[in-house]
């Protein structure tokens, strides 16, 4: 079975800095797009960062030049480095992958558990 599990949340200050890591577990045969998306309280789930397998990045607006994504594709990892972090990042951060289990079929999508970023003073 397939599994995306994040690690790295937590509490820090204005300013600060955190890494997010996602690792993806199972019977894996390809891995495309991996993403990470973050959902704060009263609001819908946006997308905040998201690498192609071939390593083309995309992001949001409001972290860019502050956050950085990147991948591992010989561990099935995918993270996020978040530096000047603000209170507006506050989120729950999910991370979220494309997935191809059996050669010759559709990729599918997977979601992990989430974990929470609280930027706080």
């Known amino acids: 079975q397939v599994q995306l599990v994040e690690s790295g949340g937590g509490l820090v200050q204005p300013g600060g800095s955190l890494r997010l890591s996602c690792a993806a577990s199972?019977?894996?045969?390809?891995?495309?797009?991996m993403g990470w998306y973050r959902q704060a309280p009263g609001k819908q789930r946006e997308l905040v960062a998201v690498?192609?397998?071939?390593?083309?990045?995309n992001y949001a607006d409001s972290v860019k030049g502050r956050f950085t994504i990147s991948r591992d594709n010989g561990k099935n990892t995918v993270y996020l480095q978040m530096n000047n972090l603000k209170p507006e990042d506050t989120a729950v951060y999910y991370c979220?992958?494309?997935?191809?289990?059996?050669?010759?079929?559709?990729?599918?999508?997977?979601w992990g558990q989430g974990t929470q970023v609280t930027v706080s003073s």
């Open positions: 199972g019977s894996i045969f390809y891995i495309h797009n």
């Open positions: 979220n992958g494309y997935l191809r289990v059996v050669p010759g079929e559709a990729p599918e999508e997977y």
């Open positions: 690498i192609t397998s071939g390593g083309v990045r």
